[in-house]
């Protein structure tokens, strides 16, 4: 099992910026990809970003060049560093982890992972 808990959401003006954090804990070393998603209310959940075992990142096109994962393995700890906010990417954010066949982490999948934290909001205000 894994259990991971995000912090950092919060309120910002469009083009402000926010850190998300996800504190992963268990046998993580069960996972290969570790990422973030988003659901919107009355939207359907979206594959923000993903990051491999051998570090490689994914991003959905809608936040390439604004946000940024990242992950400290000492500490445990997922990063979404997140830039230029803008009103649509207002959402519930999840941080999710999980084993891929292929080993990859395309910023799609993350929505399916086995694990995921409780979300935390963002919210973008114009």
């Known amino acids: 099992q894994v259990q991971l808990v995000e912090s950092g959401g919060g309120s910002v003006q469009a083009g402000g910026s926010l850190r998300l954090s996800c504190r992963a804990s268990g046998y993580t070393g069960s996972t290969s990809c570790v990422g973030w998603f988003r659901q919107a209310p009355g939207k359907e959940r979206e594959g923000v970003a993903g990051?491999?075992?051998?570090?490689?990142?994914n991003y959905t096109d809608s936040v390439k060049g604004r946000f940024t994962i990242s992950q400290d393995n000492a500490k445990n700890t997922l990063y979404l560093q997140m830039n230029s906010l803008k009103p649509e990417d207002t959402a519930m954010y999840y941080c999710?982890?999980?084993?891929?066949?292929?080993?990859?982490?395309?910023?799609?999948?993350?929505?399916?992972?086995?694990?995921r934290g409780q979300g935390t909001q963002v919210t973008v205000s114009s």
């Open positions: 999710a982890a999980g084993r891929t066949s292929a080993g990859s982490c395309p910023a799609r999948v993350t929505r399916f992972l086995a694990y």
């Open positions: 990051i491999a075992s051998d570090g490689s990142t």
